[in-house]
């Protein structure tokens, strides 16, 4: 796809950042490549032969001069705590869209409070634009259609990753002090972080899960309305996230399978519930977060939007080797393949 319209990636030379762009430059987008530090930038910049400057978050002409020439802002750069709101304000003052792959919950609260800003400045503020959030997003759209309105919603994620990169443990370790929530009666109150761990099936298998307190609690809100939400991700499962663990002859991106789930329950009891199935989660992000910036350059979009609100509840299904199922056969529920 020609990248006709001028974006930036920040954080472009971090593991998940590198991976964006790589795809990006595959799908014939020119972003311009942006990060701190020079040398990596300019390392990346020159092997995909795409533009490239380095830019301080804590430096605002330099910030303003680099946003003079682009229409969005991709920020890949985490902890998201410390770059996302010095980039959304940014993008406010310049009237640049600002979309982010974070999953942080005081992050997102933070930025979908900029929707009456967003509105009259044209631009749109999208967070989660990764795995973490369009998987369950979607989901949480997608169920809760069927059920006329969740009244109760619960959402989970199990990622499988190649390589996973520093950029997530960072950021866990920088939100555990707000400690756990979930959402009950449409606010947010504080629960016991991690507890209590329950069970569910993937398509591979039964799962357990134990409720987190990420940005899934307001994007699924905000997807939604749903006023009782819990978010969960599943226990570190080493077979899961690297099946070559247990099949030495597994190889490539094919043998990684990553899932999202969401639950929900309507005002008269009916429930319903279905699955994400995708492979390697990195890669799943690179993929959603450029089809993210694709759709927000071609929509009228202005104000704070979670990814399924933006883009709708198949948005998922626009990134390959990605599928939704309603049900699981039996023999699958029965134990982990």
Request: proline content about 8%; charged content about 15%; aromatic content about 6%.
């Amino acid at each position: 796809m020609s990248g006709a319209r001028s974006w930036m990636l920040y954080g472009a030379a971090g593991h998940t950042g590198a991976l964006i762009a790589q795809h990006a430059h595959e799908r014939g987008h020119r972003p311009l490549l942006a990060g701190r530090s020079a040398p990596a930038v300019t390392a990346l910049g020159e092997h995909l032969d795409l533009p490239h400057r380095a830019v301080a978050l804590d430096d605002p002409a330099a910030l303003d001069a680099a946003l003079a020439g682009v229409d969005l802002v991709l920020n890949a750069a985490g902890p998201f705590l410390h770059t996302a709101a010095p980039l959304a304000e940014a993008c406010l003052a310049a009237g640049v869209h600002y979309l982010d792959i974070g999953n942080e919950l005081q992050v997102f609260r933070a930025l979908y409070d900029l929707d009456q800003r967003a509105r009259p400045a044209g631009i749109a503020i999208i967070p989660g634009a990764g795995f973490g959030v369009v998987a369950t997003n979607c989901l949480a759209r997608y169920v809760s259609d069927a059920v006329g309105g969740a009244q109760h919603l619960e959402v989970a994620t199990r990622a499988a990753s190649a390589q996973p990169g520093p950029g997530g443990a960072a950021s866990m370790r920088e939100n555990l002090p707000y400690g756990g929530w979930i959402r009950r009666a449409g606010h947010l109150h504080p629960h016991p972080l991690g507890s209590p761990a329950t069970t569910i099936t993937f398509p591979d298998g039964p799962c357990r899960i134990r409720p987190v307190p990420t940005g899934d609690l307001e994007a699924a809100f905000q997807a939604t309305g749903a006023p009782d939400i819990i978010a969960y991700s599943a226990e570190l499962d080493p077979a899961a996230a690297d099946p070559r663990a247990s099949d030495p002859q597994a190889a490539g991106s094919r043998a990684y399978r990553s899932f999202g789930w969401a639950r929900a329950t309507g005002p008269g009891g009916a429930t319903a519930q279905a699955w994400l199935q995708t492979g390697e989660a990195y890669a799943f992000t690179a993929a959603a977060s450029i089809r993210a910036v694709e759709e927000t350059l071609t929509r009228s979009l202005r104000g704070a939007f979670s990814p399924a609100a933006a883009f709708g509840a198949d948005f998922a299904l626009t990134i390959p080797d990605t599928t939704r199922i309603d049900t699981i056969p039996a023999e699958a529920a029965a134990a982990r393949r």
